[in-house]
């Protein structure tokens, strides 16, 4: 007699737990809410490809290293005529005095490993640098700019909702963009390609800005426009200009946290924003320096409000009001969240997947697999009689488990990962066909029912064993370095070799050892 006492229960409770997630999917809100995701192929959404402008990057970096340099300068006592751009990737610096050049170059060393001094000339009492990046250091910043870039789209599209979102690298400096079951489009193209730069700068109120409109903007000085709601009609008539300083007093890489509340005096949502203890430092500093003049709190390039400096602001605390409603506040307390991106980026090729052409997919796999399905299940009861309608059954709960391990897991099923379930009812039924081939020689010898189907479970498991051990490990070779589409067959394809091992050398086992031990089958159909 063979001690069924440990294997009823673990087989049952495999297939209870199978069942309790698969249930979600049929069935939405069952414990414990977890359903099978669909794929871009099956339920339509988003396709997109983006660009980094990775150049802007490295002006960003050049721009950051002309300011410091004049604190530098300052600080080192340093006199100069100015720090301007030279190219893309070079700053001019025009010294008074011939002799600070050593004083710029020790400087350079010390602050900067990978700027270099490119050339030097006097002219007129005046000394010109050249200084620019080297090659590796401006590849570095652009191959970081990428990286950057994907992990802010990535926490931004976390933070929106979407389930099982595939985004990638594509080439040096593109990204690609899945996004499953997306209903609004604009919104999420608005929210992965805000740049979310945060700035604090000062208002210009010394010059006049009607002045300033006619073209006559001050030096130093830049126009910009406030930001509006984009859904109203008069919006172009509603946009305010603001004469701005260029020069920023603080941007948002301090921020620690956004999140939006409601102002309880005029109902109206805003931001509001947390520093680290540096940012809070500066921020209180540049209040402090201030008090009286209006801060303008710009993002991308647009004024959200400018409101005056009544006092030192200490605690690293500030808040943004617009014109915007609910949805817009919580996407931009998102994107000030996920960080700003560190170049622009652009939308070079955009694809909508509709619903219909995935119900279509759904439809014709489905199809295919029941087809298949069907041909298997006559196939092993025309050749192997009441063996094969056991391993038909068998066949059946395979595929329960398989969809059981893709709700538990949370995969997103694909189209190519409908092939794999096709691909692994085929597999499943192989480790039955040596296991009744191995039961058929075993007869052919003169031994018992009983003592065949021992030893043609015990001999058959070690192949069964080689073989899908080895597939297992290609797929699991699939999942690591394939992309979208290979990943979703890899995923199923694993599922289906581990059901099928389960299936067929417990299951299958464990209902030949009831029928022929404890009830007694006398004859053996196979």
């Known amino acids: 007699m063979k001690d ?3 294997r009823i229960p673990v087989v049952g409770l495999v ?21 099978i995701n669909l794929g871009l192929d099956l339920q339509g959404g988003m396709h997109l490809v983006l660009e980094v402008k990775t150049e802007k990057a490295v002006e960003s970096t050049l721009e950051r290293i002309r300011n410091e340099l004049r604190g530098y300068f300052r600080d080192d006592q340093i006199r100069h005529r100015g720090i301007d751009y030279s190219g893309k990737k070079s700053l001019s610096v025009k010294l008074l005095d011939a002799g600070d050049t050593e004083k710029v170059e020790e400087l350079l060393k010390k602050n900067y490993g990978d700027v270099e001094i490119l050339s030097s000339a006097l002219d007129n009492g005046v000394q010109t640098l050249q200084i620019g990046l080297t090659d590796e250091w401006t590849e570095q910043i652009k191959k970081q700019a990428t990286e950057q870039a994907l992990e802010t789209i990535r926490n931004r599209i976390d933070q929106f909702g979407v389930t099982e979102p595939d985004i990638r690298v594509l080439g040096e400096r593109r990204i690609q963009i899945q996004l499953p079951g997306i209903q609004d489009t604009e919104r999420a193209k608005e929210l992965i390609g805000k740049t979310a730069l945060l700035e604090f700068k000062l208002l210009d109120d010394e010059h006049d800005l009607a002045s300033a409109l006619d073209g ?91 409101p005056t400096i009544q006092e030192k602001i200490p605690g690293g605390s500030a808040r943004i009001t617009g014109s ?37 997919s759904i439809t014709k796999g489905l199809y295919s697999m029941l087809v298949g399905g069907i041909l298997v299940l006559i196939f092993m009861f025309a050749y192997y009689k009441g063996a094969g309608l056991i391993a038909d059954f068998v066949l059946i709960l395979n595929i329960l488990l398989i969809a059981g391990g893709l709700a538990a897991f949370g995969a997103t099923l694909t189209l190519p990962g409908i092939a794999g379930i096709i691909l692994t009812i085929g597999m499943a039924v192989d480790a039955n066909v040596l296991i009744f081939e191995r039961i058929r020689e075993e007869m052919r010898l003169g031994k018992t029912p009983i003592a065949s189907i021992t030893n043609g479970f015990d001999r058959a498991s070690l192949t069964i064993l080689d073989a899908n051990v080895t597939t297992l490990i290609a797929a699991l070779v699939l999942f690591q370095f394939g992309t979208g589409p290979v990943k979703g067959f890899a995923v199923t394809l694993s599922l289906g070799v581990l059901a099928s091992l389960f299936t067929a050398l417990v299951i299958s086992r464990l209902i030949f050892d009831y029928l022929y031990i404890s009830v007694r089958v006398k004859s053996l159909s196979i």
């Open 216 to 306: 006559n903007v001050p030096p130093g000085s830049e126009i910009l426009y406030q930001a509006v709601d984009s859904d109203t009609e008069t919006a172009a008539a509603q946009k305010q200009p603001y004469l701005v300083k260029k020069r920023t007093l603080m941007t948002g890489e301090y921020l620690t946290d956004a999140r939006v509340q409601i102002d309880s005096q005029f109902n109206e949502p805003y931001v509001a924003i947390d520093f680290d203890r540096k940012g809070a430092r500066i921020f209180e500093r540049v209040t402090d320096e201030n008090v009286k003049k209006r801060l303008a709190i710009v993002l991308d390039n647009k004024v959200y409000s400018a």
């Open 4 to 6: 069924f006492s440990w």
């Open 324 to 360: 915007f409603n609910a949805q817009e506040a919580h996407d931009l307390a998102i994107v000030l969240r996920a960080g700003s991106l560190p170049a622009p980026v652009e939308i070079i090729e955009e694809r909508t997947v509709g619903p219909s052409l995935g119900h279509d």
């Open 15 to 35: 297939l209870l737990v199978a069942v309790i997630y698969i249930i979600p999917t049929f069935k939405p809100g069952w414990w414990p809410n977890k359903q």
